[in-house]
């Protein structure tokens, strides 16, 4: 363990730290969004215990008196190009307690610790670490770590013009933003739970008809019905939902997506799409759009994904004027693809942004 004359030390996690980790996260991180002690704590196991790809790397900054003062965390995670299979850490979380952002050993701490998660990443033969989540502190910690900052991850939005100026108009008569968390809001009819698509017959077929679309070299996320069943019916404070398309009882396209809500207006949040092909995936956005009363649609695909494709076929766009005027009206940077490689084995660059094929769930962080 090193040492600091501030009497800092620098470790890994151990049991013993979850209780104390579990409200220092929430204390510093997800306080805003969940009120509650009990959605951090759920939040938190989750994230980094039950994710099927194993348990996430952690080390901690702890002070004279024990207390922790940085946290760090990178969730495992697989990928895979072609038939190749990459072991990577996905960057998550970095938080300082901000009496401790006065001090002098807090602008050490972050490498310090990011230097254990990759000692430990190179004990486990982890290949690389990503991320897509970044604000202005932690895309200058990343870039001074030597990450490749390798794209903007620019959102893909499907505008119901008349029906968000009249969100608009009656957020501005109301004085009040619109209550985006009531499913009426959203739908025509009631959506469908996440576990209809997992439960179908035809899900696995649909996975592999959907990955043999995907050409073999970019870098993609390793998705099974277990993956699916954690990251979408399993999240403790956000519901999902999904459209199914089936042709003759074959299942031949399914889109999974959440509710959210800004600038007043609805949104649905697009997460993943599945097709047998091309052509069945634009029907479905499609019947999506005509399913749903929200304002907008909106997704994200980094640059090597075929799927933006059908995206954009199917009427999305990348000039909205709702995002240009989100994004002028944000402190908030747009998402960005980093990584940091350090195993020349790899079949593919990926430093290139060609090389990556994520969708919008991949890239939201948790």
Excluded at 199 to 210: V, Y
Aim: glycine share 6%; aromatic share 12%.
């Amino acid at each position: 363990m090193m040492k600091l004359k501030q009497e800092i030390v620098y470790r890994y996690c151990s049991d013993n730290d979850l209780d104390e980790l579990s409200r220092f996260v929430g204390k510093f991180l997800w306080t805003k969004g969940y009120e509650l002690a009990s959605h951090w704590e759920a939040l938190f196991r989750w994230k980094h215990f039950a994710n099927p790809f194993g348990k996430s790397e952690m080390a901690v900054a702890v002070d004279h008196g024990g207390k922790i003062v940085t946290f760090i965390a990178g969730m495992h995670w697989k990928l895979v190009a072609g038939e190749h299979l990459i072991k990577c850490l996905r960057w998550t979380d970095l938080i300082s307690d901000p009496d401790f952002r006065r001090e002098p050993a807090s602008a050490f701490a972050p490498i310090a610790l990011a230097a254990k998660l990759r000692e430990k990443a190179r004990l486990e033969d982890v290949s690389l670490f990503f991320g897509s989540g970044a604000n202005t502190y932690s895309l200058a910690f990343t870039s001074n770590l030597g990450w490749k900052d390798v794209e903007r991850l620019w959102p893909l939005v499907s505008v119901n013009y008349h029906q968000a100026l009249a969100s608009v108009i009656r957020s501005k008569l109301s004085h009040k933003r619109q209550n985006g968390y009531d499913t009426k809001n959203y739908f025509k009819r009631a959506p469908l739970p996440v576990t209809s698509l997992l439960s179908h017959d035809g899900i696995e077929s649909l996975l592999q008809k959907d990955q043999k679309l995907e050409d073999s070299s970019p870098l993609t996320i390793c998705k099974t019905v277990e993956y699916l069943k954690w990251r979408y019916v399993d999240h403790p404070t956000i519901t999902y939902y999904t459209l199914i398309r089936e042709q003759g009882g074959e299942l031949t396209a399914a889109v999974i997506f959440r509710i959210s809500t800004d600038l007043g207006l609805r949104d649905i949040v697009i997460d993943e799409i599945f097709m047998s092909s091309p052509g069945e995936g634009v029907s479905l956005l499609n019947e999506l759009r005509e399913t749903v009363t929200a304002d907008y649609l909106l997704t994200r695909f980094s640059l090597g994904s075929w799927k933006r494709d059908v995206f954009l076929k199917s009427g999305f766009g990348t000039r909205s004027r709702i995002m240009r005027y989100y994004y002028s009206h944000s402190d908030v940077l747009l998402d960005r693809l980093l990584v940091d490689s350090f195993d020349k084995t790899i079949p593919v660059d990926s430093t290139l942004p060609e090389n990556w094929a994520l969708t919008m769930g991949d890239l939201e962080g948790f």
